[in-house]
């Protein structure tokens, strides 16, 4: 294993971890009929932060996908499952819920500012491995 798939191994396995936490915390909150688009949106999450590491035959495809979703929200005037969660997600969105129950009062600009950088994050490492290490 290369030393830049290890440091990417590493980062995902944190971010996953962090994610884990948080939801398992936040779910304990609400009733689970309420917390099934928040366990949707968080499997969907852990998904976004695993592209770097996905095999290169997969990642072909799915390197694309961080691109997509802001033409989803722009579509939408909001993320589709974020609107799905009613209660249990702030009316900030649900990145906003994840990273104010990590940094308790946070503002909105600066949550939005974390999400672009985690999203252009993923992009890079999954561009980098796909024209460096996938040939």
């Not at 990417?8 to 398992?24: E, F, K, W």
């Not at 072909?60 to 969660?85: D, E, G, N, Q, R």
């Amino acid at each position: 294993m290369k030393k830049i798939d290890k440091i990417l191994l590493i980062i995902a396995l944190i971010l996953i971890l962090a994610t884990t936490i948080v939801v398992i915390t936040m779910c304990t909150k609400f009733p689970l009929a309420q917390c099934m688009f928040f366990y949707v949106h968080t499997l969907f999450l852990l998904f976004l932060i695993s592209i770097p590491l996905h095999p290169c035959w997969l990642l072909k495809y799915t390197m694309f996908v961080p691109l997509i979703l802001p033409a989803i929200w722009i579509a939408f005037s909001a993320c589709p499952l974020t609107v799905m969660h009613g209660d249990v997600v702030h009316k900030n969105g649900y990145i906003y819920t994840l990273i104010d129950a990590v940094a308790p009062g946070i503002s909105l600009h600066q949550a939005r500012a974390i999400d672009g950088l985690i999203v252009l994050a993923i992009i890079y490492a999954a561009s980098y491995r796909r024209w460096n290490m996938c040939k």
